[in-house]
């Protein structure tokens, strides 16, 4: 299984960007997908989740800036980062899970630099 992510760059602060990322090798549905980032020197935290018939789970507070979605069917996962801030700076992973909020499958990341 891999997981492709795109969408990264270098954005002002109070920009956007859309994350995608698509899965492949298995014909399984993903049961969950989501992101997780990392700054350099931190350890990696996760960000939001979506089962593929459930509501969107966000780990901690991003005052309505992210929104997560889906395609089922593409097993794609998005991520629309809205008035992005420089703690925002990360690199951002896709992660997906078969059965239940579990992530089995962590992908490569793509880079997001929030800067003025």
């Known amino acids: 299984v891999q997981l492709q992510a795109s969408g990264g760059g270098v954005v002002r602060p109070g920009g956007s960007l859309r994350l995608s990322c698509s899965g492949s090798g298995t014909n399984a549905r993903f049961n969950v997908m989501g992101w997780s980032r990392q700054v350099p020197g931190r350890q990696r935290e996760l960000v939001a989740r979506?089962?593929?018939?459930?509501?969107?789970l966000y780990e901690f507070n991003l005052g309505g800036r992210f929104i997560i979605s889906r395609d089922n069917d593409r097993n794609s996962v998005y991520l629309q980062m809205n008035n992005l801030q420089p703690e925002d700076t990360a690199v951002y992973y896709c992660?997906?899970?078969?059965?239940?909020?579990?992530?089995?499958?962590w992908g490569q990341g793509t880079l997001v630099t929030v800067s003025s």
């Open positions: 979506l089962p593929s018939d459930g509501r969107p």
């Open positions: 992660n997906a899970g078969l059965t239940g909020m579990r992530y089995d499958y």
